[in-house]
């Protein structure tokens, strides 16, 4: 399939109409009312949207001349991206804003709901192994752009307080190159890439894979267009694909991630910490503090 036939789906679906059947009728005119949101469903979340087999799904996008449903959804996918800004996502959080309660609490009960919705869609099986992989590697290389940056000092600034080598990638361009001249075998890149794509991700992931490094990614909508790059996928929505997401959920993930690392390894993890600890008061910044005392009283604290 074509980028062409990709940018007039509308067009591609009204001139295969006549040959499809009553069942990819009903999967052609969901998705073209509900495109925003069929971009992002697997196969057999749609048919079970549906009442139909997953099959029927699969035969639909062989019906429009793709190689199969996740070939028709990476290009629903693209055109979403395509369409939806920034300013967009933003406006539609702003309008989801009732007057009625405060904006504190509906924000907090949206990440809520996201936070619960996480539970269900991130694979224990794939957290246990991105542990089981962290733990065992030389170093990790962790990966993230521009808001996602944050994400990335984060977990390099915990692990290393674990004994753990860590090498943040958060420069773009050009610049992410000398910090891979020494990705291996036996390292670990640890990639946290959400919504938007680039050919340099794509890149800098199959790099990896080439490498002979294995390659966590945390993603939201990603995971078709990269897991043939991927080792263990951490799919964790983060609310609806028109939301102005928070960093709430992955970051909640990294935080799991974290503990569930120390508790791999508790003597290193504690050892290292007792060692940062006997650094700072030889360097002398165990230094007293101010802290509140219930009573509203201050008092100094070694």
């Not at 509308?10 to 001139?15: F, I, S, T």
């Not at 609490?105 to 619960?116: D, G, H, K, N």
């Not at 869609?121 to 590697?137: H, K, M, N, Q």
């Not at 890149?189 to 490094?213: I, Q, R």
């Amino acid at each position: 399939m074509g980028e062409n036939e990709c940018n007039e789906f509308g067009e591609l679906v009204r001139a295969h109409f006549d040959s499809l059947t009553k069942s990819e009728r009903r999967i052609a005119d969901y998705i073209l009312h509900n495109q925003d949101e069929a971009a992002f469903l697997a196969a057999a979340e749609l048919a079970d949207r549906l009442g139909l087999s997953e099959a029927t799904v699969v035969r639909f996008a062989h019906s429009l001349g793709f190689s199969g449903f996740p070939e028709l959804r990476a290009c629903l996918q693209d055109l979403f991206r395509r369409r939806v800004s920034h300013a967009a996502r933003l406006r539609k959080k702003l309008a989801e804003i009732s007057p009625e309660s405060h904006i504190l609490e509906q924000v907090v009960a949206m990440e809520m709901e996201y936070l619960t919705e996480a539970l269900r869609t991130v694979s224990r099986d794939a957290f246990d192994e991105a542990v089981r992989l962290i733990c065992g590697a030389r170093r990790t290389f962790v990966y993230a752009l521009s808001g996602s940056a944050t994400l990335a000092e984060l977990l390099q600034h915990r692990l290393r307080r674990f004994g753990l080598e860590v090498v943040p990638l958060t420069q773009s361009g050009r610049e992410i190159c000398e910090p891979l001249l020494s990705l291996g075998s036996d390292d670990v890149l640890f990639a946290m890439l959400f919504f938007n794509l680039s050919d340099v991700m794509e890149a800098t992931l199959a790099y990896a894979k080439a490498c002979g490094a294995k390659v966590i990614l945390l993603t939201d909508t990603l995971a078709p267009l990269l897991q043939e790059h991927t080792d263990v996928l951490l799919e964790a929505q983060r609310g609806p694909v028109m939301a102005f997401h928070s960093l709430i959920v992955p970051m909640t993930i990294i935080q799991a991630l974290v503990i569930a690392v120390a508790m791999s390894n508790k003597e290193k993890s504690l050892a290292t910490l007792d060692k940062l600890d006997d650094i700072r008061r030889r360097l002398n910044f165990d230094a007293a503090v101010r802290i509140w005392q219930p009573e509203g009283k201050k008092a100094d604290r070694g």
